[in-house]
């Protein structure tokens, strides 16, 4: 049975907001006592955050689906719904975040560092939030958002201090069960560790870890064996420890060989080249192994290697080499930043950004592509016709109709907006106001009209002239 799970495809799906309501307070003797339709509450966030108790990511890979709460949708009384609750799932401390391409969305090191995954739609704005000097009685209300959905891929890179490397049953598990209390599965047939196992080291007053990693073989950088599976085990690691077995029954390896494999293993891999190393030569109990280690020792020192002969059957060197472990991790952490965060990449939008584009594609079909134009289309209920006029409206002055007609949009031409899999498409007929020719004053109710004096109509036409230059210079409160 599975136990460590160091890759998964994880599909997430942030929670939908909720719709907003139309709704008109209505009491004895106010039967029409204006918009009270409340906003609908936000969609949870899916959220991955670095718990340092976790250690594989086996629950995602039995569980890979996972899906926050919706939010409530809101009510008359100017009742806004409630927020739906965030997702948070652990991962280990190392954890990569990438996305279908392959591409790192984020980093995530050290404890409490998180990363929203998938963001929960918005609420929609209920009729009493839409209401305005024009709109006194909107008849309608926004709807949620749906949330984000995102199919990521989860790859665990352990953080130790020190990473053991060489070939299978070089001894590094034997190794690492002698300078710590870890206890991992040992024996004498290759690939005996299947997964990388940690330990913790203390040498007088410095404590580190000790990653184990699975045994390596000729190919490993290009995935033969255990391959690419483990290599990225070595990345976060300070200290690359080499352990040479000095006994082996194989004829044509020796410890200077398998060293030059595992180095260039590492080369192909890449990104390791400023790690400091050590080597150590292991099973030096053997009779045979002890005259082997002192016959490569000078090639080896030649080479610039910190050298120990050590035997982890009989316990033979490992306190020298404890020590010297030790000191190497000090200088590493002491080059280090003191905080190590986490690293998330940020795709800023260009300064000339209008916000949205417009292309013809082969079937002569006009595609509008944007976040606001995308948003509103996901807003509208399309079997309310001021609804319908309202987005009309909004688009218009973000310049979606003079970007169509730029574009060589005429009027009965078809126009998507969206994505070709969800997309709202309709046959274009270019206006002065969109939909206000068919909605007249579109929003008001007149039955809560009465006669204005000359003061209150010029402060309505104020307003409307300054709601009119907020949403021109971009202003967008929904």
Not at 45 to 64: F, G, K
Not at 182 to 204: E, H, Q, R, S
Not at 211 to 227: H, T, Y
Request: proline share 5%; aromatic share 6%; glycine share 12%.
């Amino acid at each position: 049975m599975t136990t460590f799970v160091d890759r998964v495809e994880l599909h997430v799906a942030a929670g939908n907001g909720g719709h907003g309501c139309a709704s008109v307070h209505r009491e004895k003797f106010k039967p029409l006592g204006g918009p009270d339709g409340g906003n609908g509450g936000r969609g949870g966030d899916v959220i991955l955050t670095v718990d340092q108790s976790v250690t594989t990511l086996l629950e995602y890979h039995h569980s890979p689906h996972r899906k926050a709460t919706n939010g409530k949708p809101g009510e008359g009384g100017n009742r806004s719904g409630k927020d739906g609750q965030d997702l948070v799932l652990p991962v280990p401390d190392g954890t990569v975040v990438l996305d279908g391409a392959g591409n790192v969305l984020a980093d995530l090191v050290g404890h409490g560092t998180s990363y929203v995954a998938a963001q929960g739609g918005r609420g929609g704005l209920g009729n009493a939030a839409l209401a305005s000097a024009r709109r006194k009685a909107p008849g309608f209300a926004l709807l949620g958002v749906p949330g984000g959905l995102q199919d990521i891929v989860l790859e665990l890179k352990t953080v130790a201090d020190v990473a053991l490397v060489g070939y299978p049953s070089a001894g590094k598990s034997s190794l690492i069960s002698v300078l710590s209390a870890a206890k991992p599965k040992i024996a004498d047939y290759p690939f005996t560790t299947l997964v990388p196992n940690l330990g913790v080291v203390t040498a007088g007053s410095t404590v580190y870890t000790i990653a184990d990693v699975p045994g390596l073989i000729p190919g490993a950088s290009q995935g033969k064996g255990l391959g690419l599976e483990f290599l990225r085990h070595v990345e976060r690691c300070s200290v690359l420890v080499h352990v040479l077995d000095t006994a082996t029954l194989e004829s044509d390896r020796d410890p200077l060989s398998d060293l030059d494999m595992i180095e260039e293993e590492l080369k192909q891999y890449g990104g390791l080249d400023n790690r400091p190393r050590m080597v150590v030569l292991n099973k030096i109990d053997v009779p045979d192994g002890k005259d082997l280690a002192e016959f490569v020792r000078p090639d080896l020192e030649a080479r610039g290697y910190q050298v120990f002969e050590v035997s982890a059957v009989a316990h033979l060197g490992l306190k020298e080499l404890s020590f010297a472990l030790a000191d190497l991790v000090g200088k590493a952490r002491a080059a280090k930043p003191k905080e190590e965060e986490t690293r998330i990449v940020i795709r800023p939008k260009a300064v000339d950004d209008a916000g949205f584009t417009v292309v013809q594609e082969e079937d002569g079909l006009f595609r509008v592509r944007g976040e606001k134009p995308e948003r509103w289309i996901r807003q509208t209920d399309f079997s309310n016709d001021e609804a319908v006029g309202y987005l009309a409206d909004r688009l218009n002055r973000l310049g979606v109709e003079e970007q169509l007609m730029k574009a060589g949009a005429r009027s009965g031409d078809g126009v998507a907006i969206g994505p070709e899999d969800n997309a709202v498409v309709f046959d274009w007929e270019p206006t002065v106001m969109a939909g206000a020719e068919m909605l007249g004053r579109r929003g008001e109710d007149h039955r809560f009209e009465a006669p204005r004096p000359a003061t209150q109509r010029r402060r309505d036409r104020e307003a409307e002239r300054d709601d009119a230059q907020r949403e021109f210079e971009g202003f967008d409160p929904f």
